[in-house]
């Protein structure tokens, strides 16, 4: 794994070179996705990376791994609260007063959980253009495979570190890195809202999640309990679009 991280950092450098960036910008959450990426930056520029701490309606919890991690590893953060701007820019598109509470008559509203990871975006983006860094994505193979982001939120990034890494081949790099044990095993969440798990979720843990997709991957899927391998491709199949580039209508079709 040691090989792994540094290889991945090594990517991470030549990526931004490419592109005639400084350096990068990543969200730190306190989750184990931005921490392991987060530490990976760090490794690739010392000097040049940017940590976003953008807690909204966020559990102290979170905003104090973060936190943790950052001092730990020596990332220089940026910490912005994003809860009165996220309010005040719901109620606006609602034209009326809008609580922020996402479970009104025990129903979760989607698209206004999907504001916060779409507003922390925004911030992400106007500091890589200030800095001429670039965004750097925390999302892995396993949320990315089903769908498990949100588009246009932290779904959008320049570079994807962990994008071909499953989340227990994650979890190991991670204990390579010296990430602490806490967030290691803390409780997947993309804090959209109080309570919310990303297992719960999904319908599976990671472990089966993460099973199904080498079953799929190697064509075999004796040892997969048929129940969570259909939920799985129908998860894949209905998060296409988040995983393609945008249709465009071709002129050549006019003649076909």
């Not at 490419?18 to 990068?24: D, I």
């Not at 099973?211 to 939920?231: H, T, W, Y």
Request: with cysteine; net charge neutral; charged share 30%.
């Amino acid at each position: 794994m040691d090989e792994l991280a540094s290889r991945i950092s090594e990517w991470i450098r030549g990526r931004v070179k490419k592109a005639s960036a400084k350096g990068v910008v990543v969200g730190m959450s306190g989750g184990l996705d931005s921490t392991v990426t987060a530490v990976l930056c760090k490794k690739a520029f010392p000097d040049t990376t940017l940590g976003l701490i953008l807690p909204c309606f966020s559990a102290e919890e979170d905003v104090e791994h973060a936190r943790m991690v950052a001092k730990k590893f020596g990332i220089e953060t940026k910490e912005i609260e994003l809860s009165n701007i996220f309010k005040f820019f719901l109620n606006t598109l609602e034209e009326r007063e809008y609580d922020a509470d996402l479970k009104r008559g025990g129903e979760i509203n989607i698209a206004v959980a999907n504001l916060k990871p779409r507003l922390r975006m925004v911030c992400l983006y106007y500091f890589a253009n200030k800095l001429n860094y670039l965004v750097v994505g925390t999302g892995n193979k396993s949320e990315r495979s089903i769908g498990y982001f949100t588009k246009y939120g932290d779904g959008a990034a320049d570079i994807l570190p962990l994008g071909d890494l499953l989340k227990t081949e994650e979890r190991k790099l991670a204990e390579e890195l010296d990430i602490p044990k806490e967030i290691i095993e803390k409780m997947p969440s993309a804090g959209l809202w109080e309570g919310q798990t990303d297992e719960s979720e999904i319908g599976m843990n990671y472990d089966e999640l993460d099973k199904i997709i080498l079953a799929m991957e190697r064509g075999n899927f004796s040892d997969c309990d048929p129940k969570l391998v259909a939920r799985v491709k129908q998860m894949m199949e209905a998060s296409k679009h988040k995983r393609e580039k945008i249709t465009v209508f071709k002129k050549s079709y006019l003649f076909s």
